[in-house]
């Protein structure tokens, strides 16, 4: 098993996402609610095409087919002088 890591946010590595994968996990929303990969700060602006790619991989099913995992909009602070 390769143990880089696929969700900086998170510490989730591509070992624990196989492993998801093996324990039934078959949807990018399922692998979020088993590893948090993707829900960390960035939402997966990072490693949702890595976890996609890998289920992808795994399942075999083709990589335009998976469908995206739900996510929150990135939340940045924003200085409040802005709105004036
Ligand atoms: S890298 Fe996975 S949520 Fe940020």
Do not use: H, Y
């Not at 998170?10 to 070992?15: C, I, L, Q, Y």
């Not at 996609?52 to 469908?67: C, D, F, Q, W, Y």
Request: net charge negative; proline share 5%; aromatic share 4%.
């Amino acid at each position: 098993m390769c143990d880089e890591i696929i969700c900086r946010c998170e510490e989730v590595t591509r070992s624990e996402i196989e492993a998801a994968i093996e324990d039934g996990a078959v949807t990018m929303n399922e692998l979020k609610r088993f590893t948090r990969a993707g829900m960390g700060l960035c939402q997966g602006r990072t490693c949702r095409r890595l976890t996609e790619r890998i289920l992808a991989e795994k399942t075999g099913v083709p990589l335009g087919e998976i469908a995206p995992s739900t996510f929150r909009q990135p939340v940045r602070p924003v200085k409040a002088e802005i709105f004036e």
